[in-house]
T-cell receptor, first 112, second 114 residues
Framework: QKEVEQNSGPLSVPEGAIASLNCTYS??????FFWYRQYSGKSPELIMS????GDKEDGRFTAQLNKASQYVSLLIRDSQPSDSATYLC????????????FGTGTRLTIIP | GAVVSQHPSWVICKSGTSVKIECRSL??????MFWYRQFPKQSLMLMAT?????????EQGVEKDKFLINHASLTLSTLTVTSAHPEDSSFYIC??????????FGQGTRLTVV
């Protein structure tokens, strides 16, 4: 079992719709959860971080965490073509100064 | 957010030579830096963790004598790929953390060994 699992996609979503990305993790003691966006050939860019159960909203992005189910998701509202990228879920055991374990990423394509 | 600068952004070297990659935190002191490697269509895999002034901690399967990491100051860590071979061709990415809850990534270095 992989430590962090994501559906590799590709996931295609019409422009203006909601894109839903999912991630499960195996380490129950995980404390910090991150979503990164990575464009082809570029370094990952932090989109959202979440540390406690529930929802966290930032603009068009909402992260959801359920530690009991070991599940974290990212919703992108009003999807734009510029959102087309690979989205990486990352998990760490502690807050700060801790190595990240990444999922393999979900490739998202927004269709104009 | 904090800025992490990685240099060079790309490098081509001959098989058997060594290549040094620099990772600098520009506006904060990075007590910990992480080095990742990403092969095409794969995710980031942690290679090693370096703390300022101490030896790096390498992940299982990563050769410490081949991938030399130096973290001599709070703003600079270097990764040297020694005796590079074509299978070392990859995208190398550093991240730095100075006590924040999130780590910040450099721009990455595309290494091609010919």
């Amino acid at each position: 079992q992989k430590e962090v699992e994501q559906n590799s996609g590709p996931l295609s979503v019409p422009e203006g719709a909601i894109a839903s990305l999912n991630c499960t993790y195996s380490d129950r003691v995980s404390q910090s959860f991150f979503w990164y966006r990575q464009y082809s050939g570029k370094s990952p860019e932090l989109i959202m971080s979440i540390y406690s159960n529930g929802d966290k909203e930032d603009g068009r992005f909402t992260a959801q965490l359920n530690k009991a189910s070991q599940y974290v998701s990212l919703l992108i509202r009003d999807s734009q073509p510029s959102d087309s990228a690979t989205y990486l879920c990352a998990v760490s055991r502690r807050f700060g100064n801790e190595k990240l374990t990444f999922g393999t990423g979900t490739r998202l394509t927004i269709i104009p | 957010g904090a800025v992490v600068s990685q240099h060079p952004s790309w490098v081509i070297c001959k098989s058997g030579t060594s290549v040094k990659i620099e990772c600098r935190s520009l506006d904060f002191q990075a007590t910990t830096m992480f080095w990742y490697r990403q092969f095409p269509k794969q995710s980031l895999m942690l290679m090693a963790t370096s703390n300022e002034g101490s030896k790096a901690t390498y992940e299982q399967g990563v050769e410490k004598d081949k991938f030399l990491i130096n973290h001599a100051s709070l703003t600079l860590s270097t990764l040297t790929v020694t005796s590079a071979h074509p299978e070392d061709s990859s995208f190398y990415i550093c991240s730095a953390n100075g006590g924040q809850t999130e780590a910040f990534f450099g721009q990455g270095t595309r290494l091609t060994v010919v």
